[in-house]
């Protein structure tokens, strides 16, 4: 596949090219780069109230920390393993946020949520991730991406 842009210049993106690069989140518009098994926060979208929430309390930050083991750090959105036989999917921790449910705008503290599937369109344009965890009090805000 090829891509022509627009100061005129060919960019090949195969969907072979696999989940690594840089991400829109089509409801925040949070960029994520996502590189070798780790995917962090590039820059945070506006569209968001929870997003911004989110910022405002430190539970996510741009370069902030970044765990291999264990729970995600603030920096960190997710963590990501090919999965066994399936192309174009990987299982995942992603950083996840419960609500406040008596407002649905507010974050009450981040958590992981490690039984989550991410799957890459056959173009390669476009990531969907579907949380393990179905919870009404649980967020991951951006659950479909573009590739940038």
């Not at 590189?35 to 962090?40: E, L, R």
């Not at 507010?106 to 991410?118: E, K, L, M, P, Q």
């Amino acid at each position: 596949m090829e891509e022509v842009r627009g100061d005129g210049r060919v960019l090949l993106q195969p969907a072979s090219a696999g989940i690594e690069g840089v991400w829109r989140g089509q409801t925040s518009g949070t960029i994520i780069t996502i590189s070798g098994d780790t995917g962090v926060y590039t820059r945070f979208g506006s569209n968001s109230a929870l997003m911004q929430d989110a910022v405002s309390k430190g539970q996510i930050t741009i370069g902030g920390e970044v765990r291999t083991t264990g729970n995600l750090g603030t920096g960190q959105v997710m963590r990501v393993t090919p999965r066994a036989n399936r192309d174009r999917e990987w299982l995942a921790s992603v950083s996840i946020f419960y609500l406040n449910p008596d407002a649905p705008n507010v974050i009450t503290r981040r958590a992981n949520s490690t039984n989550t599937v991410i799957t890459l369109s056959p173009d390669g344009r476009t990531l969907t991730v579907i949380p393990g965890s179905s919870r009404n009090d649980l967020t991951f805000i951006d659950t479909t991406y573009t590739r940038q």
